[in-house]
């Protein structure tokens, strides 16, 4: 299984980004997806997952909605009302249990980051 996240960038406080994960090999549906953060100096953090439901971390809750396509193996973070402190390396990563997981060691595939900046 290979993850590859894109769609971060530089975005004002108030504004919105999409990430998107693709998801290579198989049994793709069989998996939880769930997306992280890692701020400078801090621990990675929950950010959302999805399995046939969704969990969010209470922060992004009414912000951020994740979704997934199973037909072409991807998983996407829309964020709107973004805040600064939304600062970070977001990381998609995938779980074959498929059961939905906010703990970072449950994930056993991780994608290589992409840097999501929102200035104030």
């Known amino acids: 299984v290979q993850l590859q996240a894109s769609g971060g960038g530089l975005v004002q406080a108030g504004g919105s980004l999409r990430l998107s994960c693709v998801f290579s090999g198989r049994s793709f549906v069989s998996y939880a997806m769930g997306w992280f953060r890692q701020a400078p100096g801090k621990e990675r953090e929950f950010v959302a997952a999805?399995?046939?439901?969704?969990s969010y971390a209470d922060f992004v809750k009414g912000r951020f909605t994740i979704s997934r396509d199973n037909a072409s193996n991807t998983v996407a973070l829309q964020m709107n009302s973004l805040k600064p402190e939304d600062t970070a390396v977001y990381y998609c990563a995938a779980d074959y249990s498929g059961v939905l997981r906010e703990k970072p060691w449950f994930y056993s595939y991780w994608g290589q980051g992409t840097q999501v900046t929102v200035s104030s």
């Open positions: 999805i399995s046939r439901s969704t």
